[in-house]
């Protein structure tokens, strides 16, 4: 029965790393390549911990696969966001077919001296600066 | 059964390995990279955590433990140096 569990979790844990990776090859942006990249592993982690500490059975190694499940449950998504962050103050080009840019948005406003009602205000993106 | 479907999370693991590291050659900004090279860092992870299940070898979960820590702290390094730019 562990048995059964135990390989369920560990194929469908490689299976999300697969995916993964080829989310992180054919992803056309930084952004998106890091959405794939960050939730996909998550889950295949997990599920791997969760197959490893089956098999193992004693209390140790379940305290220590749920201490590497915790730390990287708690930091992908902050490594994500960081890099992120890094790669659009670094100027990394958008994907062209990006809808929505908030932060441009926002900071369009703020140069403007406040929101006025009519333009602009669902963050679309310009045609013209698309580039 | 166990030891075939073991080895075949090892090999599922081996191809996404390869896989990202296509990313990590072929990516056309630096940002691309550090998000490959964390991937890697989260595979070798699943790796080894899928060897210490197969093995029983206690021990090798702690080396998981490390790597995870340094692999999150290169991250937020390259992050700071991507966001900082060359220094002049």
């Known amino acids: 029965m562990t048995d059964i569990l135990t390989a369920v979790v560990w194929l469908a844990g490689s299976a999300f790393a697969l995916l993964a990776a080829v989310g992180v090859l054919r992803m056309p942006d930084v952004f998106t390549r890091m959405q794939a990249s960050t939730k996909a592993s998550t889950l295949g982690l997990a599920c791997l911990l969760i197959g490893s500490a089956l098999q193992m059975g004693d209390f140790a190694s379940f305290i220590r696969a749920a201490s590497i499940g915790g730390f990287v449950l708690l930091t992908t998504p902050v490594s994500g966001l960081v890099i992120a962050r890094a790669a659009y103050f670094a100027d990394v080009p958008l994907w062209d077919g990006t809808v929505l840019d908030d932060r441009k948005r926002d900071s369009a406003r703020a140069a403007r001296g406040g929101s006025s009602a009519h333009d602009n205000r669902n963050g679309h993106v310009d045609e013209r600066s698309r580039g | ?88």
């Open chain 2, 1 to 88: 059964m166990l030891e075939v479907v073991s080895q075949t999370t090892l090999a599922t693991l081996g191809v996404a390995l390869i896989v990202t590291f296509i990313r990590l050659v072929k990516g056309p900004t630096l940002p691309d990279r550090v998000v490959a090279m964390d991937l890697i860092g989260v595979l070798v992870v699943g790796l080894i955590v899928v060897l210490a299940g197969r093995s029983g070898v206690r021990a090798t979960l702690d080396a998981a433990i490390v790597i995870a820590l340094v692999g999150f702290l290169g991250t937020i390094a390259y992050a700071t140096y991507v966001e900082r730019g060359d220094p002049q």
